[in-house]
């Protein structure tokens, strides 16, 4: 094959591969609640990074341990500023309604 065809296919084929790259979920990440963040800062939390996963939001299916401890976690620190004075993030949202809705009567 030519140089120019070469070089041609070649810059195709990173264009492909640069545009899938961009094709991946939009759905947020989901994982577990970072405790470990703050915890040298015990007067104020920090931000979390991923959406609550199906183990704290699967119901009967969730992780009891999982769920406990975020439960721990949320009655000591909920009304706590965050360590950098920003106001909670969408994902901080997501925590602090999860733990609203586990305590609701």
């Known amino acids: 094959m ?18 899938l790259t961009g094709c991946g979920s939009s759905a947020g990440r989901t994982g577990a ?9 015990p007067t104020c ?3 979390q990074s991923l959406l609550p996963s199906r183990d704290y ?3 009967s299916n969730a992780k009891t341990l999982a769920v406990l401890g975020m439960m721990k976690y949320y009655t000591a620190k909920r009304t ?3 360590c950098d004075g920003k106001p909670a993030t969408t994902q901080d949202t997501a925590w602090t309604q999860l733990y609203t809705d586990l305590t609701k009567p």
């Open 2 to 19: 030519p140089l120019p065809a070469r070089t041609h296919w070649t810059a195709l084929l990173v264009l492909c591969a640069l545009a």
């Open 33 to 41: 609640l970072d405790t470990a963040s703050d915890s040298k800062k």
């Open 45 to 47: 939390r920090a931000h």
């Open 57 to 59: 939001t699967a119901g």
């Open 80 to 82: 706590l500023r965050f």
